[in-house]
């Protein structure tokens, strides 16, 4: 039988969870790679958020995970603004406007905000996991639809915190 040499790229059929971490949780199949269904997915079905609130979400979240994770994810589709290769020095610029625009949430919104955000998107725990959390004196319950009513007004207000954003850089240049 012959040796194999080298390293074959696995797909993502094959690099997707295991049959075990499919029992645990619900996933996202429609986008590559396969995700978890996260809480902002759940909130976006039920209705109690909007579109661009959920996008306002996910844009935080790939700023943070720039910032402290020193990655970034891009879809398939996805095409260069422009033919500029990054160095480590500007590289590390970006990630520092990555960590720029978490720390304005941060300070605009608030730390609890901030917590939740991290709980809702980075550690990608359920509303129940949240309400134990964060109200371990209520019932799981309770618990549970406060935690959703709180993420629910956060995503929104970060969109409109993002809004109010783009509108002062956008008259800054304008300047």
Not at 12 to 19: I, L, R, W
Not at 113 to 126: G, N, P, T, Y
Request: proline share 3%; aromatic share 8%.
């Amino acid at each position: 039988m012959p040796v194999q040499t080298g390293f074959v790229a696995r797909t993502d059929e094959v690099n997707g969870p295991t049959a075990e971490r499919l029992q645990h949780s619900d996933f996202i199949t429609t986008s590559a790679p396969v995700r978890v269904l996260r809480t902002v997915q759940a909130l976006l079905h039920a209705g109690d958020i909007t579109q661009s609130a959920a996008d306002a979400g996910e844009r935080w979240y790939q700023n943070y995970v720039f910032g402290y994770c020193n990655y970034t994810e891009w879809p398939e589709n996805f095409q260069r603004v422009s033919l500029t290769r990054h160095d480590q020095v500007s590289w590390q610029l970006l990630r520092a406007q990555a960590m720029t625009r978490v720390t304005l949430v941060r300070e605009a919104l608030g730390l609890c905000a901030h917590q939740r955000l991290r709980m809702m998107l980075v550690d990608e725990l359920s509303f129940r996991a949240m309400g134990s959390a964060l109200f371990p004196a209520l019932s799981a319950s309770s618990a549970q639809r406060k935690v959703a009513a709180q993420c629910a007004l956060l995503l929104e207000q970060l969109e409109a915190f993002e809004e109010v954003q783009r509108k002062a850089t956008k008259e800054r240049k304008s300047n």
